[in-house]
Structures are given as C-alpha cells and as structure tokens.
C-alpha cells in the first residue's frame, strides 16, 4: 500500500518562503512521479509542479516558475517543494500526488496520479 506522507504547511507573509514535504512509503519510487497540486477555496484544483523520480525531470505550471522549485531525496523517498516570494494568490490546499509509468505530456494531470496525500494548508497573507 502506498502512502504519502506530507508535512511543511503554515502560514507566511508575502514574500516569504515554505518548503513542503511529501515522504513516499510502500513502494519503490524508481518508476514513479510525483506531483504537487493544489486548490484554493472556491477554485478547482490546479497543477503546480512535478518530477520524475528517475532522471529528475521537472515541470511547473507558469504561475510558479522561478519561484518554486521541487526536487526530490532518493535516499529518503521525500520530494520537496520549496516555495518562494510567496503571494496571497498562492494560498490553498496543496498535496502531494505520485503513480507510476506517468508519460511526459500527463504530468500536469490530476487523473493521472494513482496516490494522494491528505493535503497540507499554505497561507499566505498580504
């Protein structure tokens, strides 16, 4: 049974930074991607970024680039997503989302993530 485990949420003023965490257990990962989502009160859920555990090939959605970064922890299984110069706008819900044999072009979809964290909340206050 695979789970994720996801840690790092809290609140910050704009311009801060947060990092996120989001430990996968029960599988090997060499095969897997993993993903950050996340949904605003209101809003549908939106992808935010994704990399691919073997060769470490990442992408993030354009409101985020050159502010956040993933990257991820072979020897612990962890991926993080660091955050930075937050905004307001980026106040949600984010989680974590892995699955295996995830095609490029489906990385920034949601229904092609098998497993999910529980989500962890990110303020961000003006």
């Known amino acids: 049974q695979v789970q994720l485990g996801e840690s790092g949420g809290g609140w910050v003023q704009a311009g801060g930074s947060l990092r996120l965490s989001c430990e996968v257990s029960g599988s090997t990962v060499n095969s897997f991607a993993v993903s950050w989502f996340r949904q605003a009160p209101g809003k549908e859920r939106e992808f935010v970024a994704a990399?691919?555990?073997?060769?470490?090939?990442?992408v993030y959605a354009d409101s985020v680039k050159g502010r956040f970064t993933i990257s991820r922890d072979k020897a612990t299984s962890t991926a993080y997503l660091q955050m930075n110069t937050l905004k307001p706008e980026d106040t949600a819900v984010y989680s974590c989302a892995a699955g295996s044999g995830i095609i490029l072009s489906s990385l920034t979809s949601s229904r092609a993530y098998k497993y999910w964290g529980q989500g962890t909340q990110v303020t961000v206050s003006s």
């Open positions: 990399i691919r555990w073997s060769g470490g090939h990442t």
